[in-house]
């Protein structure tokens, strides 16, 4: 309403609808993001001028989302040195809905990029295997024994991404690495790290990809580029079969 009791112009009530809207879509989107494992309990999500430019949207509007978050309990605002919005809770009940709805929006979307991803990652996997330096395989062994070691859950999933990562210097080639990173973050904003599921399918998914990532390294130390594209490719469909393992949880796909 206008000061003098009239009804607001329609131009700033539709600029009121518009911002509350945005504000809806983005709150769905992170309560995804968390529900899938895009960010698990403990983590801290981006500062809110990271967050805004990732979701492409403004500042106020991810404040606005964050403080929704908040009031359900699924973040918890930290202030003074380390401060920041961390994950309280992956999936509460309240989330159900809004889990199913919005996978079941972007499942088609998220088929073809998680598709060209596996492609990509093969590709760097291929590159990596040909181009790596002695040094790139004592860095790759090193960080596949920091992830054997890693307590389930985010610090496993910290030491998947610094594994990656590792794979994606030992290719040796920027622009590819590049691509695959710019990709990654179109699928999760909290890229480059990888989804990681639910609670219940959490350690049977960690302990898979160990097993993954035991034979990536093998193959790229012995330059085998066939087997690393092929390896990589079948290592990238973890994170679909998570969406969908979601999906069903959710009651928005059949068992």
């Given at each position: 309403m206008a000061h003098n009791g009239a009804p607001a112009a329609p131009g700033l009530l539709q600029q009121q609808l518009e911002?509350?809207?945005?504000?809806?879509e983005?709150?769905?989107?992170?309560?995804?993001?968390?529900?899938?494992?895009?960010?698990?309990?403990?983590?801290?999500?981006?500062?809110?001028?990271?967050?805004?430019?990732s979701l492409g949207t403004g500042r106020v509007t991810v404040r606005a989302a964050l403080a929704r978050l908040v009031e359900r309990g699924l973040l918890e605002t930290r202030r003074g040195r380390g401060g920041g919005s961390y994950v309280l809770d992956q999936w509460p009940?309240?989330?159900?809905?809004?889990?199913?709805?919005?996978?079941?929006?972007?499942?088609g979307e998220?088929?073809?990029?998680?598709?060209a991803q596996c492609r990509?990652?093969?590709?760097?996997?291929?590159a990596a295997a040909e181009s790596r330096s002695d040094h790139d395989v004592t860095v790759l062994r090193a960080r596949l024994e920091t992830y054997r070691l890693a307590a389930t859950g985010l610090a496993a999933q910290q030491a998947d991404s610094q594994?990656?990562?590792?794979?994606?210097?030992?290719?040796?080639?920027?622009?590819?690495?590049?691509?695959?990173?710019?990709?990654?973050?179109?699928?999760?904003?909290?890229?480059?790290?990888?989804?990681?599921?639910?609670?219940?399918?959490?350690?049977?998914?960690?302990?898979?990809?160990?097993?993954?990532?035991?034979?990536?390294?093998?193959?790229?130390a012995d330059g085998r580029g066939d087997d690393a594209d092929a390896?990589?490719?079948?290592?990238?469909?973890?994170?679909?079969?998570?969406?969908t393992t979601a999906m069903r949880r959710a009651g928005a796909l059949a068992e």
């Open positions: 911002t509350s809207s945005r504000v809806d983005v709150t769905d989107r992170l309560i995804t993001a968390i529900a899938i494992g895009e960010y698990l309990p403990g983590a801290r999500l981006p500062v809110e001028r990271d967050l805004a430019a009940e309240s989330s159900t809905e809004t889990v199913g709805r919005i996978l079941t929006a972007r499942l998220l088929r073809d990029r998680f598709d990509i990652q093969g590709t760097v996997c291929r594994f990656h990562l590792a794979i994606m210097d030992a290719a040796h080639n920027d622009v590819l690495k590049q691509v695959l990173l710019d990709l990654m973050a179109t699928v999760s904003i909290g890229a480059p790290a990888h989804l990681w599921g639910e609670p219940s399918t959490m350690r049977s998914m960690e302990l898979r990809a160990l097993h993954d990532h035991e034979h990536l390294v093998s193959a790229i390896l990589a490719r079948t290592h990238g469909a973890i994170d679909l079969e998570h969406v």
